[in-house]
């Protein structure tokens, strides 16, 4: 039966984001200059008509949206000619990409790693990189998160808040146990108290 429940659950994830991802290639793509006309002819047009010489441009979007969808973000690299000109883009695979972050800012990316199957890494700077993010995970602002990846983070705080709030009120509302020193004078009492404070202080114990 839980096979059943569990083949009945991927199916409903992969129509729903087929769904999404149809929609998503209808789009028109347009650029806009700041009076509002529209530019007819652009290099980043040019370049979204063909994402690579595999895939068509309906199929790169339809991409970056799968992988927003399954993963939390997608990775489109520039491939630049010799003057440094963008002509095409590659699709990484987000499971094998490792965002690096600068030391003095975490929260700004340096550079980024494609760690490959054959045992090789790429590295290419955050200006060679287009990227998408579904959500923003709230515990790694470089990291992102599909729909269910952002279900599961919140019920995972939720769980956590309640284990941490039960510990807490267990050892500060309710005494487990009662400790008696009847010959004991002021230099015992002060060391089982160090000693019980190191062995029961503190929300874990």
Avoid: C
């Avoid at 063909?50 to 068509?56: P, Y």
């Amino acid at each position: 039966a839980s096979k059943g429940i569990e083949a009945a659950v991927n199916r409903a994830v992969f129509a729903a984001v087929r769904r999404r991802t149809r929609m998503i290639t209808r789009i028109r793509i347009a650029i806009v200059t700041a009076d509002g006309s529209e530019v007819a002819t652009h290099p980043a047009l040019d370049a979204l008509a063909r994402v690579n010489e595999s895939l068509t441009s309906r199929q790169g979007m339809a991409l970056i949206e799968q992988h927003k969808l399954t993963y939390g973000k997608a990775y489109w690299i520039k491939r630049r000619d010799r003057l440094g000109v963008p002509v095409e883009f590659e699709v990484w695979p987000p499971d094998e990409v490792e965002i690096v972050p600068e030391e003095r800012k975490p929260w700004v990316p340096a550079a980024f790693k494609r760690h490959k199957s054959i045992g090789t890494v790429e590295t290419v700077s955050p200006a060679d990189v287009v990227w998408f993010r579904h959500l923003i995970d709230p515990r790694s602002i470089l990291n992102g998160l599909s729909p269910i990846g952002a279900i599961r983070v919140q019920l995972d705080t939720g769980i956590e808040a309640q284990r941490y709030n039960q510990r807490y009120f267990d050892n500060s509302t309710h005494i487990g146990r009662v400790f008696t020193i009847e010959e004991g004078g002021t230099a015992e009492s002060a060391r089982m108290e160090q000693e019980l404070e190191r062995k029961f202080k503190g929300s874990d114990k």
